[in-house]
């Protein structure tokens, strides 16, 4: 998720520390949702072995499934981002999630 690892002296308000015996141990900075959901998008890519663009549609509306279920589409530009990865429009992405939500009968 690209979060960063950092010594607990050197933590900020919004970092996880992490205790162990009750000393601080190390402090975890996570990124913002928009850095993490590029993480998201190039493990994705990794896991299939090619750039999210190429698949076929049906692997497109998995990969649309996947990021809702991740809560992508809650960041900011998110459907822009995802549908510039898929190499498809934000129109396309909205009929993925709303063909999604019809056959759960939503």
Do not use: C
């Amino acid at each position: 998720m690209g979060a960063q690892l950092l010594g607990p002296d050197q933590a900020q308000p919004d970092d996880v520390v992490l205790a162990w015996e009750g000393l601080d141990v190390i402090a975890v900075r996570l990124p913002q949702l928009s850095d993490s959901l590029d993480h998201i998008l190039a493990a994705m890519e990794r896991r299939h072995g090619m750039p999210l663009a190429d698949l076929d549609r049906k692997a497109k509306q998995g990969v649309v499934r996947t990021l809702e279920a991740r809560g992508a589409f809650s960041v900011r530009h998110g459907v822009e981002t995802v549908a510039g990865a898929l190499g498809v429009s934000r129109f396309t992405v909205y009929n993925y999630l709303n063909r999604e939500h019809t056959a759960k009968g939503e």
